[in-house]
């Protein structure tokens, strides 16, 4: 035994769906929070590539450190190998967004001119 009111609810929830599809298909605003979204992700990726090089580098020294006896000459040492090594990785994260805003622009600019 169905229920009467069953078929217009399916059919209010259709509406909705559309409704929901239409504004999502405005675009621009979406990929606009979507844009910024990235460039957050962006920029914690680098700060954490950045706090885990410092991280296992003052690890590295500190253990080694340890083992030896002298404290502060290994720690040190090790703090600085991983500052350049957080940096490094920083840097090699950057040209990667940088390549694909460049191949991304190429492509835009291609299609722009092939018309």
């Known amino acids: 035994m169905s229920d009467p009111t069953e078929g217009n609810e399916v059919e ?15 675009g621009d605003a ?9 460039q957050a992700q962006l920029a914690w990726r680098m700060v954490i590539e950045l706090v885990a090089g410092l991280l296992i580098g003052f690890g590295i020294g500190y253990g080694l450190d340890s083992l030896f006896g002298t404290m502060p000459i290994f720690l040190v ?3 600085f190998l991983g500052l350049a090594a957080g940096v490094r990785t920083m840097m090699r994260s950057a040209q990667e967004v940088q390549r694909k805003q460049l191949a991304k622009s190429a ?7 092939g018309g």
């Open 77 to 79: 040492l090790f703090i």
């Open 30 to 38: 979406v990929s606009h929070s979507e844009k910024d979204y990235s």
């Open 12 to 26: 209010r929830l259709r509406a909705l769906e559309r409704r929901i599809a239409e504004a999502k298909g405005l």
């Open 107 to 113: 492509g835009e600019q291609g299609d722009d001119s």
